[in-house]
């Protein structure tokens, strides 16, 4: 008997819940590390034209599945698959095509990513599942906390998988040109679990974007990392928390998780600290051994020393100030890359460490909200962006996003201008760029 599962799947996932929650989702993939944030804005003019010469739905579907054949996958589980798809899903085009209208900022991120409610739950289910925790632990080096961290902001313990056929969303990015390639592969390759007899295509589903189950994995990921743990012969990352831990512990292990470190802490920055010393790459950079930033005055959180010891001061750590520098501040170590490696986003990937501290049993995080905590527009951070670059500064193209670029960009202003160069962008940077207009 398999343990039981949350498996109520009432809202779509979009990208693990990424817009419900504003995070993004999908482990793993360049779907949401760095395809799903790429420019969607096309002109009517090309998507007419884009319209214009590609061949029908039905003929690009018929080609698909010569070429699945040729792959070996077998005519009865194309006519599975494919059962009922005679066109593309219309909502996940404007869903792949839609733009994000707010630049979300660390605090409502948080708020939303670890909520009391998901704290509480993820307690309740890791002290229900410890000892399958710990054996996912014991073989793969991955701690349970976060195992469940994942799950938790992956599908909300398995609430939320999305509601969308995987095929038939892949089909439908697919066919669409503007990332064709990538999502025939993906598509392909969730043909070949159907054909290995891991998950019936009824079964399958997920979100518009194909990332599957409780892991939110791509087919791709999937592939390469999912494992039978309860021996019924299928990877079931639906249906089996035994499959589900152990394939999220085996991912993890095969990116290089450590087994002997955490994912970083909260600290706290002594007065006058040269804030750009933080980073400003979404892998972090200027990393430095434990000891060098406790001789630069950086303490726990709660006041206490860095930890120190042999093996322990040499460890590198990166400091972060997602919220810049009147915000909390983070030192994340080799493993807070790892998060990175299952979804490339900064505030992703604090939120999971955090959370996994949570579950556990830490208390939250010493620093508190500011009272006023706008979210800035993509319209603002053009804006932003075309003011510094009127002054100088290089912020590449002007496209609504902050990137590591324009982060840099803002950091040497507030240098030349004698303000904390902690490089976020709010609506503080924007005002006084727009008095220097």
């Not at 739950?121 to 906390?145: F, I, K, M, N």
């Not at 993890?252 to 909260?266: H, P």
């Amino acid at each position: 008997m398999r343990p039981s599962l949350l498996l109520r799947r009432s809202l779509p996932c979009l990208l693990g819940t990424a817009l419900l929650l504003g995070l993004p989702g999908c482990a793993a993939q360049s779907v949401a590390a760095g395809d799903a944030g790429a420019e969607a804005g096309a002109t009517a003019a090309q998507v007419a034209q884009d319209e214009a010469r590609r061949p029908s739905f039905g003929a690009w579907l018929a080609d698909l599945k010569a070429e699945a054949r040729q792959r070996g996958i077998s005519q009865a589980t194309l006519d599975a698959a494919f059962a009922g798809i005679d066109a593309p899903i219309e909502r996940v085009v404007e869903l792949d095509r839609k733009q994000p209208e707010f630049t979300l900022t660390f605090w409502n991120y948080l708020e939303r990513a670890v909520s009391d409610q998901r704290v509480a739950t993820g307690q309740e289910l890791y002290s229900r599942h410890r000892q399958l925790l710990d054996r996912v632990e014991a073989e793969y080096g991955v701690p349970g906390r976060f195992l469940v961290a994942f799950w938790g902001l992956e599908t909300n313990y398995g609430q939320n998988f999305g509601s969308y056929s995987v095929i038939h969303a892949l089909a439908t990015l697919a066919y669409d040109e503007r990332r064709s390639d990538f999502f025939r592969r993906e598509l392909l390759t969730a043909l070949q679990i159907i054909e290995a007899g891991d998950i019936q295509p009824a079964r399958m589903e997920g979100s518009w974007a194909g990332a599957m189950g409780n892991l939110q994995f791509m087919p791709s990921t999937f592939q390469q990392h999912a494992v039978d743990a309860d021996g019924d012969g299928r990877r079931d990352i639906w249906g089996s928390l035994p499959d589900v831990f152990a394939s999220a512990g085996k991912f993890l292990s095969d990116l290089g998780w450590n087994a002997g470190e955490t994912w970083g802490r909260e600290v706290r920055l002594p007065e006058g600290f040269d804030h750009g010393r933080s980073s400003i790459e979404t892998y972090p950079e200027n990393r430095l051994p434990l000891s060098e930033w406790a001789r630069l005055g950086v303490r726990r959180a709660d006041g206490g020393p860095l930890p120190q010891g042999t093996g322990v001061s040499e460890m590198r750590a990166a400091l972060l100030l997602p919220a810049g520098h009147e915000g909390p501040a983070f030192l994340v170590y080799d493993n807070y890359a790892r998060v990175l490696d299952w979804n490339r986003s900064i505030l992703y990937a604090l939120a999971v460490g955090i959370l996994a501290d949570r579950i556990e049993g830490a208390p939250g995080l010493v620093a508190e909200p500011s009272a006023v905590d706008q979210r800035l527009t993509r319209e603002q951070v053009t804006e932003i962006q075309t003011h510094l670059a009127r002054l100088g500064f290089d912020v590449g193209a002007a496209d609504g996003r902050v990137g590591p670029q324009t982060r840099g960009a803002i950091r040497a202003y507030q240098r030349s201008r004698g303000f904390p160069a902690d490089a976020l962008a709010d609506p503080t940077l924007l005002t006084r760029l727009r008095r220097e207009a």
